[in-house]
């Protein structure tokens, strides 16, 4: 009868001991996700990016890896930055300084901050791969809404063109929140959120912590950024310039003939993928400086034409032209020619007209800028604005 008793006693007990646990768990688990939030949070950036002008044209996330306020974001948020400050939950300001490593294929980069006063907060790198179900929270700022917090779980592997090895997930992301980490019940970084898909649902990706340890120096060495409010603006990839300038960060050379100089305009280059036909093109703006004697032979020219004097004094002409490296064939896009005060004097838009696609003739001034641009392309691609269509 005694040992009966004790029985039904302890059966008693862990019935009780099962009930406190159930109605403890959501109180405990809601405890430790807020307290995940509170290690985490404090290293979350948010980048504001800037153009030439001091005009902000972009925001983003990162988040310090190293108590020298060394920190990760995409790639593709800082790629097109003239100048850059990253923002921490506390308010504080750090102006980015440079990007010190790439990687070869995903959309990650390692860049510092200025002005660290004292050791930041940082995050780990978790060496554990993650696995289909596995619970995460990815923090960030989308659509601007600073220092957003969400949770989902891993639904799949992907390798999804630019953005390298990837991983899919469920919790939510938007614009903004493009290189936020993506952390582990622990509060360890396993990915740093890329993209997603706005046609469908729950089609999140972020890249894969290994990659963190495949980065490499930039070929050239580490990429400076200027400081905020300095300088003049950059423009929009794939947008002509408002006037020519000898910005040397900004054009690279050609080739030099008796009547102008040529040079590719940097900002403007972009390869441009199309979804529907899964191919590729080219499109950028070229600029030739005229000398002297190649503004009297334009005049020469321009006379026994009849043309109107306001044409003869060209300083500057902008073509923007597209390549179409499958079939091997450009055809020219628009025209702009500029006077010696940077005003547009007479422009040509021929996007409107059937384009005529040509075979660049061998030693042309159009093959050698095409020739520069595609090798511009394969070795500095992180100098390529990549547009899908």
Not at 10 to 36: H, R, T, W
Not at 132 to 151: A, E
Not at 171 to 188: D, H, L, M, Y
Not at 353 to 358: G, T, Y
Request: aromatic share 8%.
């Amino acid at each position: 009868m005694v040992a009966a008793t004790k029985g039904k006693r302890i059966i008693l007990c862990l019935l009780l001991a099962a009930l406190l646990m159930a109605f403890a768990s959501p109180a405990a688990a809601e405890a430790d996700l807020a307290q995940l939030v509170k290690d985490v949070e404090p290293a979350v950036l948010f980048i504001v990016m800037y153009d030439r002008d001091g005009d902000q044209y972009g925001l983003g996330s990162g988040f310090f890896i190293s108590p020298e306020g060394e920190f990760l974001t995409n790639r593709h948020v800082l790629k097109d930055a003239f100048s850059a400050v990253a923002v921490s939950p506390s308010g504080r300001k750090y102006p980015v300084t440079k990007v010190v490593a790439i990687h070869p294929e995903a959309d990650i980069v390692k860049a510092t901050v200025g002005n660290v006063i004292e050791p930041v907060p940082f995050l780990r790198i978790s060496r554990d791969e993650v696995v289909k179900g596995q619970r995460i929270f990815v923090f960030g700022n989308p659509k601007g809404l600073s220092f957003t917090v969400s949770d989902g779980i891993v639904s799949g592997f992907r390798k999804i063109g630019s953005f390298g090895e990837v991983f899919q997930m469920t919790a939510p992301i938007s614009p903004g929140s493009s290189g936020g980490p993506v952390v582990n019940a622990a509060g360890e970084v396993v990915g740093v959120s890329v993209g997603h898909r706005a046609e469908g649902q729950n089609l999140n990706f972020a890249v894969r912590a290994k990659a963190i340890d495949e980065m490499v120096t930039p070929s050239g060495g580490p990429l400076v950024l200027n400081p905020p409010g300095d300088g003049q603006k950059r423009k929009v990839p794939g947008q002509p310039p408002k006037r020519p300038t000898e910005d040397p960060k900004r054009y690279m050379f050609v080739a030099s003939y008796p009547e102008y100089d040529t040079y590719i305009d940097l900002s403007t280059l972009m390869l441009v993928h199309n979804k529907d036909t899964d191919k590729y093109r080219v499109e950028f703006w070229v600029k030739s400086s005229y000398k002297p004697a190649g503004k009297a032979r334009m005049i020469e020219t321009q006379a026994k034409q009849g043309r109107g004097e306001k044409f003869f004094n060209f300083s500057a002409t902008l073509t923007h032209i597209r390549f179409t490296p499958d079939a091997g064939k450009f055809s020219l896009l628009r025209l702009i020619h500029y006077d010696d005060r940077g005003k547009i004097i007479e422009a040509v838009d021929f996007k409107g007209l059937p384009l005529r696609e040509e075979t660049p003739p061998p030693g042309s001034l159009i093959e050698k800028a095409i020739g520069l641009a595609v090798w511009i392309i394969k070795e500095y691609p992180e100098a390529v604005s990549i547009v899908e269509e």
